[in-house]
């Protein structure tokens, strides 16, 4: 059984960091794509960051393109999500998920293919 568990979320100040990890265990091989989405109150999910676990090509979106970085431990089987000069509007809820195989072209983020997901944890971006 796949499974993924996210840790590093909590409260921090406008401008400030913080980096989310994601322990990923379950899968036979290291051919899926993998990344970190988040929900805010009242809204759908949405694809921030995502990266194929095998290859390392990488999707951001254009709301945190140059201030978050997804980086992958092979070794550890652990995804990070390093969040710099965070905003208000980052606050949500972040969660990882993943599909059962890479798509061809690379991560497209789209929440509907990434069915595997994780619980998630409170990021709160205030003075």
């Avoid at 949405?46 to 092979?74: A, E, H, L, M, Q």
Wanted: net charge positive; hydrophobic share 30%.
């Amino acid at each position: 059984e796949v499974q993924l568990q996210a840790s590093g979320g909590g409260l921090v100040q406008p401008g400030g960091s913080l980096r989310l990890s994601c322990a990923v265990s379950g899968f036979t091989s290291k051919d899926f794509d993998i990344g970190w989405f988040r929900q805010a109150s009242g809204k759908e999910p949405w694809g921030i960051s995502c990266i194929n676990f095998s290859d390392g090509r990488t999707f951001y979106d254009g709301s945190v393109k140059g201030r978050f970085t997804i980086s992958r431990d092979n070794t550890m089987n652990t995804i990070y999500l390093q969040m710099n000069n965070l905003k208000p509007a980052d606050t949500a809820r972040y969660f990882c998920g993943a599909t059962k195989r890479a798509a061809e072209y690379g991560p497209s983020c789209y929440p509907p293919v990434y069915g595997i997901r994780g619980q998630g944890t409170q990021v709160t971006v205030s003075s």
